[in-house]
């Protein structure tokens, strides 16, 4: 079995898909059976070591880097000769490429969407995407093997779009940390920062999509409904600025007199972002719109305790009291920071070592790998269904 994955990034500047491409790349197979072809960045020759044992190959790319057009990117994929070509993302030419390979080779394709079909994201520069479809998107999906999502929300999603394809449900996975950080002066620094009180962390990229106007509008309300906030916690925002957004939320932070109360951390990696969990009293992510957040499977990994909405698609930590639920609205996510606040030390520990609970035994990188492999073999075989395979509209698994 050979798989090769199409990605357009495979550093950072993918976000949260380059964590989860790279850990289910190296969980799946070995380095023998799987290819990885990215398209250069900014950040490629830094991160490239993150794919060890895999080495992934890298195209130079021309006109539009965010399509990611790079000459020699469908050559290699044709002379590396797959079994499967397996997409993660879409709307750029990693997409394009792996129908052009599958139309010449009529051999499976399976796609990864990563929340891009989700309403809120295919309204985002709606024009072009409804371009790319007619073009070639939509006759790409149809021809796909499979499409995987990482929940059963989003496998109903992708039917109501209207994809008659099999459909695996596999999440992502977590690699779980280690008992004591490897740099506690990091974790010593944030904690200078807060002064004393408690933090309450948002990390992950600067958009409108994460809601984060309303996090603070409600942070804002809470400390006007609930004046001790003021002196008792900090909200940390963590994360890479995308398209100028950071400047409205800081721009918003000084409009609402907030510069002693939210801080702005800037993008954090690698030994800095586990701090930034270590350091965290809980975690908060008031998305408007996601496939499964590895934040807040992080956040749950180092047992925080998490505030989040139901547009997050994690059902399991409210159903297991491993998360408080928050609306979007800031006046529903004043109501959690005021639950969240009121809550005893005590208790926040308890909801944090459930959600660790819930990602053992869940959301562990090799339980996710065994899943995604089964798929896989599915794929070129045939035989047993695997039980997270849905092949018709019902759910059902034949």
Not at 4 to 16: I, M, P
Not at 241 to 246: F, L
Not at 285 to 307: D, F, K, Q, W
Request: net charge positive; proline share 6%; charged share 20%.
């Amino acid at each position: 079995m050979k798989i090769a994955y199409l990605l357009n990034s495979v550093s950072r500047k993918a976000g949260g898909l380059f964590e989860i491409c790279k850990r289910l790349a190296q969980t799946t197979c070995d380095e023998k059976e799987i290819v990885v072809l990215g398209v250069e960045d900014e950040f490629t020759k830094t991160d490239l070591i993150e794919w060890a044992p895999l080495r992934p190959t890298i195209f130079s790319p021309v006109f539009a880097r965010s399509f990611g057009y790079a000459p020699g990117y469908a050559q290699y994929l044709a002379k590396a000769c797959p079994d499967i070509a397996h997409v993660h993302g879409l709307w750029t030419y990693s997409s394009l490429a792996g129908y052009r390979w599958h139309r010449r080779t009529n051999r499976p394709l399976i796609y990864t969407a990563h929340g891009m079909l989700a309403p809120w994201a295919l309204r985002n520069s709606a024009w072009k995407k409804r371009l790319v479809c007619r073009l070639w998107e939509d006759a790409a999906h149809r021809s796909a093997a499979c499409f995987h999502v990482n929940s059963e929300a989003e496998h109903l999603m992708l039917r109501q779009h209207g994809l008659r394809n099999p459909i695996c449900i596999v999440p992502n996975g977590i690699d779980l940390p280690a008992s004591q950080s490897s740099d506690s002066s990091l974790i010593s620094g944030l904690a200078s920062i807060a002064r004393g009180r408690k933090l309450l962390l948002y990390l992950g990229r600067l958009h409108p999509k994460k809601n984060l106007v309303n996090l603070i509008r409600a942070w804002k309300e809470a400390l006007n409904t609930y004046p001790p906030t003021l002196s008792s916690w900090v909200l940390a925002i963590a994360g890479w600025d995308q398209g100028g957004h950071e400047a409205q939320l800081r721009q918003l932070t000084t409009d609402l007199r907030l510069l002693t109360s939210v801080i702005f951390l800037g993008p954090q990696f690698g030994a800095d972002k586990e701090a930034c969990y270590r350091a965290c009293d809980a975690f908060i992510l008031p998305s408007l719109s996601e496939g499964l957040p590895m934040t807040v499977l992080e956040a749950s990994a180092y047992a925080r305790p998490v505030l989040m909405t139901p547009e997050c698609n994690l059902p399991e930590g409210f159903a297991t009291g491993a998360a408080l639920q928050i609306g979007t609205t800031p006046k529903e996510i004043a109501a959690g920071l005021k639950q969240l606040i009121e809550m005893s030390d005590d208790d926040r520990k308890a909801v944090g070592a459930r959600g660790r609970v819930l990602v053992v035994e869940k959301f562990s990188w090799p339980r996710i790998g065994e899943q995604m492999r089964s798929v896989y073999e599915w794929v070129l075989g045939g035989g047993r269904v695997p039980e997270t395979l849905r092949l018709s509209e019902t759910g059902a698994t034949r």
